[in-house]
């Protein structure tokens, strides 16, 4: 099976190094992208948006052959749901690592822009229930390669338009978000999770335990688990 993975803002292919190797030690082909202007200056990635991150992704699954698997970290859930949106009878699973499906018109969230791009704005910036799991070493090294990313990107709201994309099986992997209050979310239905809602088949995978959670970067942190729950998702 092919297995496009999106990394989320700031990263690029290489945050998945840690996870590629289980998952082609299992026979799966693995295609880790970097988004267009990712590390660029702003006069060179001012007109980048979200639709060509989708765009990105979208063409990458047109060079394959066969039904392909996407894998979404964090903001990158949206753009692989973009892509599920724009093909969905090529998509066998789309796998969301600790994020959720936007609807129509959301964007992944709003951070500090400076001279036209939107830098890492270091970890003192997220919960501490995100970066819980991540060592000082960790945290440095992850941090040494992180690159800004285009300013619109983060607010450019997704444009959706095939409702097939709810049929396209979905699974999320979380790390912060325990499996049964995600379940209560959907259950009430507020208006910003309609669309995890409307997902006809959809599996949730926890990688954290009670008493040992797990952060919003499991890639960095426990990447063996992540590999694992995505083979778990694949089936």
């Known amino acids: 099976m092919h297995i496009i993975l999106v990394p989320g803002l700031w990263l690029d292919a290489s945050s998945w190094g840690d996870v590629v190797p289980a998952l082609e030690a299992a026979g799966h082909r693995t295609h880790p992208l970097t988004m267009p202007g990712v590390g660029a200056s702003a006069s060179d990635s001012a007109d980048i948006g979200i639709s060509d991150w989708i765009a990105?992704?979208?063409?990458?699954?047109?060079?394959?052959?066969?039904?392909?698997?996407?894998?979404?970290?964090?903001?990158?859930?949206?753009?692989?749901?973009?892509?599920?949106?724009?093909?969905?009878?090529?998509?066998?699973?789309?796998?969301?690592?600790?994020?959720?499906?936007?609807?129509?018109?959301?964007?992944?969230?709003?951070?500090?822009?400076?001279?036209?791009?939107?830098?890492?704005?270091?970890?003192?910036?997220?919960?501490?229930?995100?970066?819980?799991?991540?060592?000082?070493?960790?945290?440095?090294?992850?941090?040494?390669?992180?690159?800004?990313?285009p300013e619109r990107v983060p607010t450019d709201p997704i444009r959706l338009s095939d409702e097939r994309r709810r049929a396209v099986p979905a699974t999320i992997i979380t790390g912060t978000v325990p499996a049964m209050q995600i379940r209560e979310i959907i259950h009430g239905a507020p208006a910003w999770a309609a669309e995890l809602a409307a997902l006809q088949q959809l599996d949730i995978i926890e990688l954290g335990a009670p008493g040992d959670p797990t952060g919003h970067w499991p890639q960095f942190s426990r990447p063996g688990a992540v590999a694992e729950a995505i083979l778990q998702a694949i089936g």
Not at 91 to 110: A, K, W
């Open 56 to 149: 990105a992704t979208v063409a990458e699954l047109d060079a394959l052959d066969g039904q392909v698997v996407l894998v979404g970290h964090s903001g990158g859930g949206n753009v692989v749901y973009g892509a599920v949106d724009a093909r969905p009878d090529r998509v066998s699973r789309v796998v969301f690592l600790d994020t959720f499906p936007p609807g129509e018109g959301g964007s992944i969230s709003e951070f500090p822009v400076v001279d036209g791009v939107i830098p890492f704005p270091g970890w003192d910036f997220f919960d501490d229930s995100d970066v819980a799991d991540l060592d000082p070493q960790t945290r440095a090294d992850a941090a040494a390669r992180a690159k800004s990313v």
